[in-house]
């Protein structure tokens, strides 16, 4: 009686997990898919085919902003963990006492806001009015007012800015939690500090660092309001294709199949990510 009791409260526990996991998750992306094999071939018939798949493959903007979207996305991913891993690493083992708490949550700080907030505010920043134009012209830098925006550089720092914190949180949990003898012993057997850092301190935060990178790349290449406002003509995101299909064309067959080749994409750079650290899903996501 009391084993039955149990198992009914374990499936009731995971009865909202599981239909969020189903009805949110699951359903939509095999409708999706769905979606994408259909040839609409009059307003009222539809027949089915890889036309959609094949239009990407023929149509080069397609496939170019789709490769150019991901290995900016890696790049952004990549220059977030090298900016992250010193302020996680300060937080975890250098900071004390209340100060530990306040530099946190002075990370934790700027996600009060939506994303729609904090890329405006960088836009304020860049544009040609902005701060930071007005210091260059102060130091006499430069002539004139300068224009940082719409480019790849300004789409970067938003993107970065915008994972910083999903970056930084992995890494202070796994920092955290290492033994600083491990270091000291480093250092005692003759290790400089690149010999530490590579063969101590980053193994031991691998599980962070990759659980960090999956975040931040799978953020950073589903991203649609920072690329958009913050990219000019030639910073096109993939996302903004799909966006394009969907609500400008009313093409949901394209729009679903792009979908698709991004979740592919996503999937794709994960398993390469986990396979080549050596990690496993249910490592890096404890």
């Known amino acids: 009686m009391k084993s039955s009791a149990g198992r009914l409260s374990l499936w009731l526990l995971l009865t909202p997990f599981v239909l969020w996991i189903v009805l949110l998750v699951l359903v939509p992306h095999l409708q999706m898919l769905r979606v994408s094999f259909q040839v609409r071939e ?35 991913t990549f220059l977030t963990l090298l900016i992250a891993f010193p302020i996680a690493w300060y937080i975890a083992k250098m900071a ?33 009015s902005g701060l930071f134009s007005s210091w260059l012209q102060a130091l006499g830098w430069v002539d004139g007012p300068v224009e940082m925006l719409y480019n790849d550089v300004a789409v970067i720092i938003g993107l970065v800015y915008n994972g910083l914190l999903f970056m930084v949180v992995p890494l202070v ?4 939690g290492m033994d600083e003898n491990l270091v000291e012993a480093g250092y005692d057997l003759g290790g400089g500090h690149a010999t530490v850092l590579r063969e101590i301190v980053v193994p ?15 953020l950073t290449l589903g991203s649609y309001l920072t690329p958009v406002l913050m990219g000019g003509k030639d910073s096109a995101w993939f996302t903004e294709q799909i966006f394009t299909q969907f609500i400008t064309r009313f093409n949901w067959e394209q729009g679903a199949a792009l979908g698709v080749l991004l979740l592919v994409l996503s999937s794709v750079m994960v398993w390469l990510g986990l396979t080549l650290s050596g990690q496993s899903l249910r490592k890096v996501m404890g």
Not at 114 to 123: F, H, N, P
């Open 96 to 128: 004390r006492g209340r100060s530990k708490g306040i530099l946190f949550m002075a990370c934790l700080i700027p996600f009060w806001a939506s994303e729609l907030v904090r890329t405006y505010g960088w836009m304020i920043l860049l544009r040609e």
């Open 204 to 218: 031991w935060a691998m599980p962070g660092i990759v659980s960090g990178c999956i975040v931040v790349f799978m």
């Open 173 to 176: 949990t796994t920092l955290d």
């Open 42 to 76: 009059s307003w009222d018939t539809i027949a089915w085919g890889v036309q959609q798949y094949q239009n990407f493959f023929i149509e080069s903007y397609y496939w170019r902003t789709f490769v150019r979207t991901g290995v900016m996305s890696l790049f952004t």
